[in-house]
């Protein structure tokens, strides 16, 4: 045999006509399984010309299933699923015409399929076998069940139970178990019943699992109510609630109820016996540290020390990112040297926490110091941490230490996403750079990574403060061409932009195109325009769009009484701007130290000193402090009028209050 190599075919047929097939061996299956294990051995060492056929290897896999050698047989499946071009019906129709309806097979084969994550494949496979009139043994049915129901392809799961439930078949509890769990993961709470009823109907009754999966769900949604109800139908059918379940209702509680009942649920564990374990104490912790209750979830943690309760992951995890958000920055690092002391390695999330706080309070050497930390202890940083170092290094306006980490994350293989681009690109802009935002911005979009409208907007707003407001403009169009639509801050930015330049034509085609898209406008964007107007002379103007205003519904603040009064007083019309004054007042608004010095310092340049000193006392009257600006313009006023008795006056008024003249006048 050993210089003579059977090609598959005959292979097959020296197991088929041979009379080495299973049928004419059952007694005695040493002899094909010889052959096979010298074909295989011939296959993997001396005749690599030798391959297997879909033939060949399907009576070579009956052989040894029928040999209880499973592992082998499945080795050969894999073959089977991996030969290239060979359909899923193929596989299957060869499998029947050499192994007929053998379930232990068809069981192995589906298996095959879920081990190997083809979990499509693996229902494909389910069907073409059904269609053949063949049954699938309950096991491989549930462990296709369960791989399906783990990645979430709900859908298929179903066809596949119902394709089950219809072949006849025996399902146990393993079956509507994995299937409680389907009903839980779709929130159809209200089908459980009539479910359990069916299964009950067979002889199968709900176990410790069944009751554990639907207390766990119940709870997760708010069901709190109805988790404890189940608790007590469990007890009714003889089944004592585990702390698996106790833990369930537990964080039911801690997030719908009260964390007092929640204390006294875990009293009540200790009471009839069971010891909590980490999980019911993680279950108080996390939610003292989602409520922002500091002391409460100290306590917390000192009990499970006195209980002598190991702290875990999720402990710890807890404790640091409350700690590094009330910005308690000591006690978070405690924590954390307390992890590494228990011989807990930290991983990306929790150094990502402190590296965040870090960053927030502007420390940015010991942010670095911390990712130079996970680096040596072999954690890789992912784009969330780099993501948070950037930030933290933007806002401390590092760009350049920005960009050496951006190229650092490149060349580590690490793709920046949508936020790596944003941060930089803000921070670029902030720090005057627009060709490099721009460029970023280009090279976000060659990789796919749809810009949205905070980018733009973080882009549009850089071309404002440069005043190049063509490119502002031309980003705009071409934002709306790529169906990303403005919102009220896009808006925002043109209409000031175009009114920090005078050119308030252009600010209110924008602003009527905001109304006319339903983005209603705020102070803000109003006081904008208001400006614009005051800047480019047309205080008159103003006043019109001021009262237009109020008709939209949007109230005036001491911004826009400000930036109006200034206006007039710019060009000189004293009288209208008191009118503000006075209107401001009958709106229930205090003209401050800020409107009085704007009229004041109008009055006194222009010599009308007894309304100035007339606005000076109504300030003192009303409990305003006069600030050194209004004493500089009222002696300077006076001052021009000649009248140096009053300049003296005012002069020894401010050295009382405090103030240090500028040089004698």
């Given at each position: 045999m050993a210089n003579y190599l059977p090609k598959p075919l005959s292979t097959f047929n020296i197991l088929k006509e041979g009379k080495l097939t299973p049928s004419s061996c059952r007694h005695n299956l040493q002899l094909p399984q010889q052959f096979i294990d010298t074909v295989a051995s011939h296959h993997h060492h001396h005749h690599p010309k030798f391959k297997h056929s879909l033939l060949s290897l399907s009576a070579s896999v009956h052989v040894l299933t029928e040999s209880r050698r499973p592992s082998d047989a499945q080795s050969l499946l894999l073959r089977m699923i991996r030969k290239s071009g060979v359909s899923r019906t193929q596989i299957v129709d060869s499998l029947i015409s050499t192994c007929g309806s053998t379930p232990l097979v068809f069981d192995l084969l589906i298996r095959t399929y879920v081990q190997s994550r083809k979990l499509r494949e693996g229902v494909e496979v389910f069907k073409v076998v059904r269609s053949r009139g063949i049954s699938v043994p309950i096991n491989a049915c549930n462990s296709l069940l369960g791989g399906l129901v783990k990645?979430?392809?709900?859908?298929?799961?179903?066809?596949?139970?119902?394709?089950?439930?219809?072949?006849?078949?025996?399902?146990?509890?393993?079956?509507?178990?994995?299937?409680?769990?389907?009903?839980?993961?779709?929130?159809?709470?209200?089908?459980?019943?009539?479910?359990?009823?069916?299964?009950?109907?067979k002889g199968v009754s709900p176990d410790i699992v069944t009751y554990n999966t639907l207390i766990s769900a119940y709870s997760g949604v708010g069901l709190v109510d109805e988790a404890f109800q189940l608790m007590d139908t469990m007890r009714s059918n003889g089944l004592e609630p585990g702390l698996y379940a106790q833990n369930a209702v537990?964080?039911?509680?801690?997030?719908?109820?009260?964390?007092?009942?929640?204390?006294?649920?875990?009293?009540?564990?200790?009471?009839?016996?069971?010891?909590?374990?980490?999980?019911?104490?993680?279950?108080?912790?996390?939610?003292?540290?989602?409520?922002?209750?500091?002391?409460?979830?100290?306590?917390?943690?000192?009990?499970?020390?006195?209980?002598?309760?190991?702290?875990?992951?999720?402990?710890?995890?807890?404790?640091?990112?409350?700690?590094?958000?009330?910005?308690?920055?000591?006690?978070?690092?405690?924590?954390?040297?307390?992890?590494?002391?228990?011989?807990?390695?930290?991983?990306?999330?929790i150094y990502t926490i402190l590296i965040d706080a870090f960053c927030k309070h502007g420390v940015i050497s010991e942010a670095m110091?911390?990712?130079?930390?996970?680096?040596?202890?072999?954690?890789?940083?992912?784009?969330?941490?780099?993501?948070?170092?950037?930030?933290?290094?933007?806002?401390?306006?590092?760009?350049?230490?920005?960009?050496?980490?951006?190229?650092?994350?490149?060349?580590?293989?690490?793709?920046?996403?949508?936020?790596?681009?944003?941060?930089?690109?803000?921070?670029?802009?902030?720090?005057?750079?627009?060709?490099?935002?721009?460029?970023?911005?280009?090279?976000?979009?060659?990789?796919?990574?749809?810009?949205?409208?905070?980018?733009?907007?973080?882009?549009?707003?850089?071309?404002?403060?440069?005043?190049?407001?063509?490119?502002?403009?031309?980003?705009?169009?071409?934002?709306?061409?790529?169906?990303?639509?403005?919102?009220?801050?896009?808006?925002?930015?043109?209409?000031?932009?175009?009114?920090?330049?005078?050119?308030?034509?252009?600010?209110?085609?924008?602003?009527?195109?905001?109304?006319?898209?339903?983005?209603?406008?705020?102070?803000?964007?109003?006081?904008?325009?208001?400006?614009?107007?005051?800047?480019?002379?047309?205080?008159v103007d103003a006043a019109k769009f001021f009262n237009r205003m109020a008709s939209s519904g949007i109230t005036p603040d001491n911004i826009t009484f400000n930036t109006l009064i200034h206006g007039f007083l710019m060009e000189d019309q004293m009288d209208q701007a008191f009118d503000m004054v006075n209107k401001m007042e009958s709106q229930g608004l205090s003209p401050n130290v800020v409107t009085?010095?704007?009229?004041?310092?109008?009055?006194?340049?222009?010599?009308?000193?007894?309304?100035?000193?007339?606005?000076?006392?109504?300030?003192?009257?009303?409990?305003?402090?006069?600030?050194?600006?209004?004493?500089?313009?009222?002696?300077?006023?006076?001052?021009?009028?000649?009248?140096?008795?009053?300049?003296?006056?005012?002069?020894?008024?401010?050295?009382?209050?405090?103030?240090?003249?500028?040089?004698?006048?």
């Amino acid at each position: 045999m050993a210089n003579y190599l059977p090609k598959p075919l005959s292979t097959f047929n020296i197991l088929k006509e041979g009379k080495l097939t299973p049928s004419s061996c059952r007694h005695n299956l040493q002899l094909p399984q010889q052959f096979i294990d010298t074909v295989a051995s011939h296959h993997h060492h001396h005749h690599p010309k030798f391959k297997h056929s879909l033939l060949s290897l399907s009576a070579s896999v009956h052989v040894l299933t029928e040999s209880r050698r499973p592992s082998d047989a499945q080795s050969l499946l894999l073959r089977m699923i991996r030969k290239s071009g060979v359909s899923r019906t193929q596989i299957v129709d060869s499998l029947i015409s050499t192994c007929g309806s053998t379930p232990l097979v068809f069981d192995l084969l589906i298996r095959t399929y879920v081990q190997s994550r083809k979990l499509r494949e693996g229902v494909e496979v389910f069907k073409v076998v059904r269609s053949r009139g063949i049954s699938v043994p309950i096991n491989a049915c549930n462990s296709l069940l369960g791989g399906l129901v783990k990645i979430g392809w709900v859908d298929f799961a179903w066809e596949v139970y119902h394709e089950t439930l219809s072949s006849g078949v025996q399902m146990n509890n393993y079956t509507m178990n994995i299937m409680v769990n389907t009903i839980c993961k779709e929130h159809k709470f209200d089908e459980v019943k009539t479910f359990l009823k069916g299964f009950q109907a067979k002889g199968v009754s709900p176990d410790i699992v069944t009751y554990n999966t639907l207390i766990s769900a119940y709870s997760g949604v708010g069901l709190v109510d109805e988790a404890f109800q189940l608790m007590d139908t469990m007890r009714s059918n003889g089944l004592e609630p585990g702390l698996y379940a106790q833990n369930a209702v537990l964080k039911g509680v801690c997030r719908n109820r009260s964390f007092e009942r929640a204390k006294e649920i875990v009293k009540e564990m200790f009471r009839i016996g069971l010891t909590p374990d980490v999980a019911t104490y993680n279950a108080l912790l996390v939610e003292c540290c989602r409520k922002h209750h500091v002391l409460e979830a100290e306590s917390v943690y000192n009990e499970m020390l006195q209980k002598n309760i190991v702290p875990d992951f999720v402990t710890y995890s807890s404790l640091i990112g409350l700690f590094s958000r009330s910005t308690n920055l000591d006690r978070a690092l405690a924590y954390f040297k307390d992890m590494k002391s228990i011989g807990l390695v930290p991983d990306n999330v929790i150094y990502t926490i402190l590296i965040d706080a870090f960053c927030k309070h502007g420390v940015i050497s010991e942010a670095m110091k911390m990712r130079d930390e996970m680096v040596d202890r072999g954690c890789v940083l992912d784009v969330v941490t780099y993501n948070t170092l950037l930030n933290g290094l933007c806002k401390n306006k590092m760009i350049q230490e920005a960009d050496k980490l951006f190229y650092e994350m490149t060349e580590r293989g690490i793709h920046p996403d949508f936020y790596t681009f944003t941060t930089l690109i803000n921070g670029y802009v902030k720090g005057g750079n627009m060709n490099k935002a721009v460029t970023l911005f280009e090279s976000m979009r060659q990789r796919n990574l749809k810009p949205d409208v905070v980018t733009y907007n973080v882009l549009i707003d850089g071309f404002c403060r440069e005043g190049d407001m063509e490119k502002a403009k031309n980003l705009w169009k071409n934002m709306i061409s790529k169906s990303n639509f403005p919102n009220h801050i896009t808006y925002s930015i043109l209409i000031n932009g175009f009114c920090t330049k005078g050119r308030v034509v252009e600010a209110l085609r924008i602003w009527d195109e905001m109304i006319g898209n339903g983005i209603k406008p705020t102070i803000v964007t109003c006081n904008t325009i208001i400006k614009g107007y005051c800047r480019s002379g047309l205080p008159v103007d103003a006043a019109k769009f001021f009262n237009r205003m109020a008709s939209s519904g949007i109230t005036p603040d001491n911004i826009t009484f400000n930036t109006l009064i200034h206006g007039f007083l710019m060009e000189d019309q004293m009288d209208q701007a008191f009118d503000m004054v006075n209107k401001m007042e009958s709106q229930g608004l205090s003209p401050n130290v800020v409107t009085y010095n704007v009229i004041l310092n109008g009055f006194c340049k222009q010599g009308r000193m007894n309304e100035a000193d007339m606005i000076y006392g109504k300030m003192i009257g009303k409990g305003l402090d006069p600030d050194r600006s209004t004493f500089i313009s009222l002696i300077n006023g006076h001052v021009s009028q000649e009248n140096m008795k009053e300049a003296f006056r005012y002069h020894d008024q401010m050295l009382q209050r405090g103030f240090v003249p500028d040089d004698k006048f």
